[in-house]
């Protein structure tokens, strides 16, 4: 089945700092990549939509220049946390379809940043 | 906007007894209704999804039904086991997916 590999599992970065998010589609191509943020004990609250050779569409609430999304290619989206804060800290999640709009989200594994 | 509404939030029952999870969107564009099981720290894992022309769907001990009138689908877990604990998603796709809140189920041994 469709793989999504989401990099690195973890990391841990001091405030002021940016941390960049690599989500790639293994096995398929995704025009459309998904970005997510979790908190714990949370549901999962969708970021932005990551679009291949176009700007990224953001969610109502979510700073563009705090969060920068690069669709660089069918199989690669990345997400950088700029200028970190404490309140940064959490579980971002992407996901990726493989077909049609209405197609299952298949879900990378997720990084839990922690920003000291 | 858009909303999922996810209910119980936390659902505990004996292994072996039936749960219920049920979620009620808003927006009658939607047509694709998938749900997601989610253990501590890993990625969400699709269990089972239904289109807006379908109204039930089973898989082994798994079931979900779909209400269009009413806005309105259920997950349905028979013979629940040990390895069910998990937190539940439900997904609604219009124009975008939207989660519900989740689930915690417990399953007691």
């Known amino acids: 089945g469709a793989v999504v590999s989401q990099h690195p599992s973890r990391v841990i970065c001091k405030s002021g700092t940016s941390v960049k998010i690599e989500c790639r589609s293994l096995d398929f191509q995704a025009t459309t990549m998904f970005w997510y943020r979790q908190f714990p004990k949370k549901s999962l609250m969708l970021m932005a939509t990551s679009n291949e050779g176009s700007k990224a569409t953001y969610e109502q609430g979510v700073e563009k220049d705090k969060f920068l999304i690069n669709h660089a290619s069918l199989t690669l989206s990345t997400l950088t946390v700029t200028s970190a804060h404490p309140e940064d800290s959490s579980f971002y999640i992407c996901?990726?379809?493989?077909?049609?709009?209405?197609?299952?989200?298949?879900f990378g594994n997720g990084t839990r940043l922690t920003v000291t | 906007g858009e909303n999922v509404e996810q209910h119980p939030s936390t659902l505990s029952v004996q292994e072996g007894d039936s749960a219920v999870i049920k979620c009620t969107y808003s927006d009658s564009a939607s047509n694709y209704f998938p749900w997601y099981k989610q253990e501590l720290g890993k990625r969400p894992q699709l269990i089972i999804d239904i289109r807006s022309n379908v109204g039930e769907k089973k898989d082994q001990r798994i079931a979900v039904t779909l209400n269009k009138t009413a806005k309105h689908f259920s997950l349905h877990i028979t013979e629940t086991q040990p390895e069910d604990s998990a937190v539940y998603f439900c997904a609604a796709w219009g124009f975008k997916t939207i989660f519900g809140a989740g689930t915690r189920l417990f399953v007691k041994a």
């Open positions: 996901s990726a379809r493989e077909g049609a709009d209405n197609s299952p989200l298949h």
